[in-house]
């Protein structure tokens, strides 16, 4: 009987492993809460370290941290040209948590050892700080090794790791979109767990225990993120890099100038394609646009007489391209636009982090008995996006499908306009906050008073809920945007991209405030927020906020989406708003 049942299995079919889907993702889900934590941590506070044992000037010490956390971002572009070129996204994650890993290790080592460190100013009265030892070469070589292998970390891992994520939900798949959108969602709120961590626990750690063990904490988080995301590598979906995405790109553009003496044909199957069918390939072949019209001579198939009789040539990828090829470079540029007119907000959030800590510290931050720590103001957003994100998937999205018919709820242009809508609406409740705070400062005669305001620090709390629901949506739709309309050959890439806004908002945020103090006659420049006009600045915030989103709004309606030779998907809703612009699908 049981060698019967031995010989039966034997003749049974072996069943095809199914790779990705929602067991894959758990492991990222754990990998991006456990380094965004040791991330988040380190930006609400390492200002405090910089100043307080790097002997750094207060502005040397906000400068080097904005430096950081621009780097951070915008570095990213370099892990996705990786990812997409030369490793998968799996590796890429691996490779740059590891050095992330370095990076921690190395601050920690610095922390923990006196000698790698000046001697701190502890005692040192405040106009005498600049008597303070300063860091010698080596100190400092150590400290920025040590920071900026942080930087160069989680960039690799921000653009591949997301991009690694939505890899495991098959593109054919009917419900394909709906769960990629799902995906995104559950994603942020992995991120927003491991921020709420670190700017509680970790921030706890470092001002009550040190900053040795709040470095060795984060050293320890990414070593846990780095064996997760390995954990899973027998479930995922394995992208195979398809090159050099810029490379492509180039291409596109030397070969338009060459053949721009060419006429440019009207149809367009009599333009240069290798069709999936003809080249045994799987990847996608996008149609052709009729925006950039001028790079469409890049695929022009030239023609020499030969007898007679007219033969074509191929005179190589510099010369011509293939209209997908043609279609990849115009992606680019059509979304180039959309990234620009989300900067703005990044520098309202970049205002946030830092005027908002600032006014935490005069206002009455007592909770319960506990003293509310500074940096760990950021908190309140966090919450507010930790509720807000179940909510959103779980009822507003459900409910918005059966109004609309999208898998989606809403479309992801419309997802990031609410987002910029949100922003200014925060920055302008911040006017009013900040408005606020000063009467009060002014009834009580406070106002070169070093006490705190008998007003609670919650207050700022309305700000932070506002933009963190503004963050909820631009954030996401961003980076589902760019993933769902980037070619197979440049997710990475395009994920990217979409963490450049943040590096973008950072840089000109110190821009921002500098020109304000020289248009105003000083609105930010008495080191006395009681005396200064922030509240002007938050509303002249919100003022730009709703021009930009005059902006977006025009960038949006421009924008058209790619486009399938060949549909892989019978879902009815997605085939009908494949090739439709933004102005039909909004109503603009």
């Given at each position: 009987?049981?060698?019967?049942?031995?010989?039966?299995?034997?003749?049974?079919?072996?069943?095809?492993?199914?790779?990705?889907?929602?067991?894959?993702?758990?492991?990222?889900?754990?990998?991006?809460?456990?380094?965004?934590?040791?991330?988040?941590?380190?930006?609400?506070?390492?200002?405090?370290?910089?100043?307080?044992?790097?002997?750094?000037?207060?502005?040397?010490?906000?400068?080097?941290?904005?430096?950081?956390?621009?780097?951070?971002?915008?570095?990213?572009?370099?892990?996705?040209?990786?990812?997409?070129?030369?490793?998968?996204?799996?590796?890429?994650?691996?490779?740059?948590?590891?050095?992330?890993?370095?990076?921690?290790?190395?601050?920690?080592?610095?922390?923990?050892?006196?000698?790698?460190?000046?001697?701190?100013?502890?005692?040192?009265?405040?106009?005498?700080?600049?008597?303070?030892?300063?860091?010698?070469?080596?100190?400092?070589?150590?400290?920025?090794?040590?920071?900026?292998?942080?930087?160069?970390?989680?960039?690799?891992?921000?653009?591949?790791?997301?991009?690694?994520?939505?890899?495991?939900?098959?593109?054919?798949?009917?419900?394909?979109?709906?769960?990629?959108?799902?995906?995104?969602?559950?994603?942020?709120?992995?991120?927003?767990?491991?921020?709420?961590?670190?700017?509680?626990?970790?921030?706890?750690?470092?001002?009550?225990?040190?900053?040795?063990?709040?470095?060795?904490?984060?050293?320890?988080?990414?070593?846990?993120?780095?064996?997760?995301?390995?954990?899973?590598?027998?479930?995922?979906?394995?992208?195979?890099?398809?090159?050099?995405?810029?490379?492509?790109?180039?291409?596109?553009?030397?070969?338009?100038?060459?053949?721009?003496?060419?006429?440019?044909?009207?149809?367009?199957?009599?333009?240069?394609?290798?069709?999936?069918?003809?080249?045994?390939?799987?990847?996608?072949?996008?149609?052709?646009?009729?925006?950039?019209?001028?790079?469409?001579?890049?695929?022009?198939?030239?023609?020499?007489?030969?007898?007679?009789?007219?033969?074509?040539?191929?005179?190589?990828?510099?010369?011509?391209?293939?209209?997908?090829?043609?279609?990849?470079?115009?992606?680019?540029?059509?979304?180039?636009?959309?990234?620009?007119?989300?900067?703005?907000?990044?520098?309202?959030?970049?205002?946030?982090?830092?005027?908002?800590?600032?006014?935490?510290?005069?206002?009455?931050?007592?909770?319960?008995?506990?003293?509310?720590?500074?940096?760990?103001?950021?908190?309140?957003?966090?919450?507010?996006?930790?509720?807000?994100?179940?909510?959103?998937?779980?009822?507003?999205?459900?409910?918005?499908?059966?109004?609309?018919?999208?898998?989606?709820?809403?479309?992801?242009?419309?997802?990031?306009?609410?987002?910029?809508?949100?922003?200014?609406?925060?920055?302008?409740?911040?006017?009013?906050?900040?408005?606020?705070?000063?009467?009060?400062a002014i009834d009580y005669n406070m106002v070169d008073s070093a006490d705190p305001l008998p007003m609670s620090v919650f207050w700022l709390g309305f700000q932070y809920a506002i933009f963190g629901a503004a963050d909820m949506f631009t954030l996401v739709g961003l980076l589902e945007f760019f993933y769902a309309e980037s070619s197979a050959g440049m997710k990475s890439l395009s994920t990217a991209i979409s963490w450049c806004s943040l590096a973008l908002g950072y840089f000109l945020s110190t821009v921002a405030v500098e020109i304000v103090n020289k248009v105003s006659g000083g609105w930010l420049a008495s080191n006395n927020l009681n005396r200064d006009k922030l509240n002007y600045f938050y509303w002249l915030l919100a003022v730009i906020s709703v021009l930009n989103f005059c902006f977006y709004?025009?960038?949006?309606?421009?924008?058209?989406?790619?486009?399938?030779?060949?549909?892989?998907?019978?879902?009815?809703?997605?085939?009908?708003?494949?090739?439709?612009?933004?102005?039909?699908?909004?109503?603009?």
């Amino acid at each position: 009987m049981g060698s019967r049942s031995k010989d039966e299995k034997a003749l049974q079919p072996k069943q095809e492993r199914r790779f990705g889907g929602s067991r894959a993702v758990l492991f990222v889900f754990a990998t991006e809460g456990l380094e965004n934590m040791a991330f988040i941590s380190n930006a609400v506070s390492l200002v405090t370290y910089f100043y307080g044992y790097m002997n750094f000037s207060l502005t040397k010490s906000a400068t080097t941290l904005t430096n950081f956390m621009g780097t951070s971002f915008l570095l990213a572009l370099f892990g996705g040209f990786i990812s997409d070129t030369y490793l998968s996204r799996f590796k890429t994650c691996v490779l740059f948590g590891c050095i992330e890993l370095v990076g921690y290790a190395v601050l920690a080592v610095q922390a923990h050892f006196h000698q790698l460190r000046p001697t701190p100013c502890a005692g040192v009265a405040p106009n005498q700080v600049n008597q303070c030892e300063a860091a010698d070469t080596s100190q400092a070589a150590i400290f920025y090794t040590g920071l900026y292998l942080i930087a160069f970390g989680t960039s690799g891992v921000k653009a591949a790791l997301p991009s690694l994520g939505a890899d495991q939900f098959d593109d054919k798949d009917p419900k394909g979109a709906a769960k990629l959108s799902s995906f995104f969602n559950w994603f942020l709120f992995s991120l927003t767990i491991g921020a709420i961590i670190g700017v509680t626990f970790i921030v706890w750690i470092s001002t009550n225990e040190g900053w040795d063990w709040s470095f060795g904490v984060c050293t320890i988080a990414v070593l846990f993120a780095v064996i997760f995301v390995s954990m899973g590598k027998s479930l995922y979906r394995h992208n195979v890099p398809k090159g050099s995405p810029l490379i492509r790109i180039l291409q596109v553009f030397v070969a338009a100038i060459q053949n721009r003496s060419l006429p440019t044909p009207e149809m367009a199957n009599q333009l240069h394609e290798i069709h999936v069918k003809e080249a045994g390939l799987e990847n996608e072949i996008l149609k052709r646009t009729d925006q950039f019209r001028f790079l469409d001579r890049a695929a022009i198939i030239r023609t020499t007489i030969d007898g007679g009789a007219s033969t074509s040539t191929n005179p190589g990828p510099w010369k011509l391209c293939t209209v997908t090829q043609v279609e990849e470079t115009k992606i680019i540029l059509r979304m180039l636009p959309i990234i620009l007119s989300t900067v703005f907000m990044n520098t309202c959030l970049a205002q946030l982090q830092t005027f908002s800590i600032q006014q935490s510290t005069t206002m009455d931050r007592n909770l319960l008995g506990f003293k509310v720590p500074g940096p760990s103001i950021p908190v309140v957003p966090l919450l507010f996006m930790f509720i807000l994100v179940p909510i959103y998937e779980r009822i507003f999205v459900p409910f918005a499908r059966k109004l609309t018919g999208i898998p989606t709820g809403i479309r992801h242009l419309q997802r990031i306009g609410v987002g910029l809508v949100l922003s200014a609406i925060s920055m302008a409740v911040a006017g009013v906050i900040e408005t606020k705070r000063k009467s009060m400062a002014i009834d009580y005669n406070m106002v070169d008073s070093a006490d705190p305001l008998p007003m609670s620090v919650f207050w700022l709390g309305f700000q932070y809920a506002i933009f963190g629901a503004a963050d909820m949506f631009t954030l996401v739709g961003l980076l589902e945007f760019f993933y769902a309309e980037s070619s197979a050959g440049m997710k990475s890439l395009s994920t990217a991209i979409s963490w450049c806004s943040l590096a973008l908002g950072y840089f000109l945020s110190t821009v921002a405030v500098e020109i304000v103090n020289k248009v105003s006659g000083g609105w930010l420049a008495s080191n006395n927020l009681n005396r200064d006009k922030l509240n002007y600045f938050y509303w002249l915030l919100a003022v730009i906020s709703v021009l930009n989103f005059c902006f977006y709004l025009a960038c949006a309606s421009w924008y058209r989406y790619k486009k399938f030779e060949v549909k892989q998907v019978e879902d009815s809703s997605d085939v009908d708003t494949k090739g439709k612009t933004m102005a039909e699908m909004v109503g603009v």
